[in-house]
């Protein structure tokens, strides 16, 4: 079955550095990558989506995120994070033929002024 | 615009009541979705419409009955339900038939049953 594990639960940064929250999968085929954004008591956003083609892929609010094939990995990046910035953070799988998607546990987010 | 919407946004209701969440989407989208979301986990989903018509239930109890009467909109009917089944309740819509598909979610119904 496939599996996605977002190993970090709760990160705080200083406002002003640089942010990497981490996403590994476990899946056969190529899957479909997103990353989603949720404020406290409000939906998901999506940040952005990788399908197929260039790994690195741009997002809204200037995150960037990179798919790794031979690490199994989506990691997500900011080079300089805002205090809106905080919230949690879900990566999440797709595939062709399956409706649902898998999501990761999250990670939280702390920006420290 | 992808914009899903959902109402109401906070509801609260015994156990013996009936009550309905309602979503809607005029994105042309032809997938919708329930999502339940306890605090602090990730959402898990719970039922998906295809083309009007369900096309997965993930072995959610009775007391929840969804019900597609149209392209843009997926009901909730809720009833009977216990303290447990509070949580935040996220709809969802994507394109389907094009093998990438991307799911956008609505805000939510922060439902309390007591």
């Known amino acids: 079955a496939q599996s996605v594990t977002q190993p970090d639960i709760h990160i705080t940064v200083s406002e002003g550095a640089s942010l990497e929250l981490r996403c590994n999968y476990s899946?056969?085929?190529?899957?479909?990558l997103f990353w989603y954004v949720q404020s406290p008591g409000q939906g998901l956003q999506l940040l952005l989506k990788y399908f197929s083609g260039d790994t690195l892929v741009q997002g809204i609010k200037g995150f960037e995120a990179e798919f790794k094939r031979s690490q199994s990995s989506f990691n997500l990046r900011k080079p300089s994070v805002h205090w809106s910035d905080a919230a949690e953070y879900f990566c999440a799988v797709g595939y062709t033929g399956r409706r649902a998607l898998t999501f990761g546990s999250g990670t939280r987010l702390q920006v420290q002024p | 615009d992808t914009e899903v919407t959902q109402t109401p946004k906070h509801l609260v209701m015994g156990m013996t009541n009936k009550k309905s969440l309602k979503c809607e989407q005029h994105m042309g989208h032809r997938a919708m979705y329930w999502y339940k979301q306890k605090a602090k986990k990730p959402p898990e989903l719970m039922f998906v419409?295809?083309?009007?018509?369900?096309?997965i239930n993930e072995s959610v109890p009775s007391r929840f009955s969804p019900e597609c009467p149209n392209s843009s909109l997926l009901n909730l009917h809720l009833h009977a339900l216990q303290p447990e089944d509070s949580a935040l309740y996220l709809c969802?819509?994507?394109?389907?038939?094009?093998?990438?598909?991307?799911?956008?979610f609505g805000p939510g119904t922060r439902l309390l049953v007591l």
């Open positions: 419409y295809s083309y009007e018509k369900l096309s």
């Open positions: 899946y056969g085929a190529t899957p479909y």
């Open positions: 969802a819509s994507s394109r389907p038939g094009q093998g990438e598909e991307t799911q956008y």
